[in-house]
């Protein structure tokens, strides 16, 4: 039987590919032999034919590659991938600010420089997006006469 024939049908009963099959190349004599299935079965059994193990992917570059960007590298402009609300959504961005303004009035109204009725309406003018950072909050704050 040919080495090709004798390789397909060791795959298959092996439930794997022909080109993970492995023949011992001392014990030719045996292979021409094989004339049947059952012929090529036993050569299975006295492991003349292998099954070679799985060849993984390798972990290594992306390794390397992760080493690369906690040194900050690999991160310049032609590695942007997606755009800018792609890579910080709007929502993101939106939650940050509001969370950071808030954090700050709340903090006015407990250290008391602020009365609960200017919280409430700084609070309403933060969520409609009128002020945009803390310091136009202060700001505002220092034109009203709050703190």
Do not use: C
Request: no cysteine; glycine share 6%; proline share 1%.
């Amino acid at each position: 039987m040919k080495v090709d024939t004798i390789k397909r049908i060791s795959a298959e009963k092996l439930k794997i590919g022909t080109s993970r099959i492995w023949i011992d190349m001392n014990s030719v004599d045996q292979l021409t032999e094989a004339a049947t299935r059952s012929d090529v079965y036993a050569l299975i059994r006295r492991h003349v034919i292998q099954e070679k193990p799985k060849k993984g992917n390798s972990n290594a570059r992306h390794k390397k590659r992760v080493i690369q960007r906690s040194k900050d590298r690999r991160r310049g402009e032609g590695s942007v991938r997606g755009t800018r609300n792609a890579r910080f959504p709007r929502k993101v961005r939106w939650m940050k600010t509001i969370r950071a303004l808030r954090n700050e009035l709340s903090l006015l109204k407990e250290a008391k420089r602020i009365d609960a009725k200017t919280y409430r309406q700084y609070y309403r003018m933060i969520k409609g997006g009128s002020i945009k950072s803390r310091a136009q909050l202060r700001m505002y704050l220092k034109l009203d006469g709050g703190s």
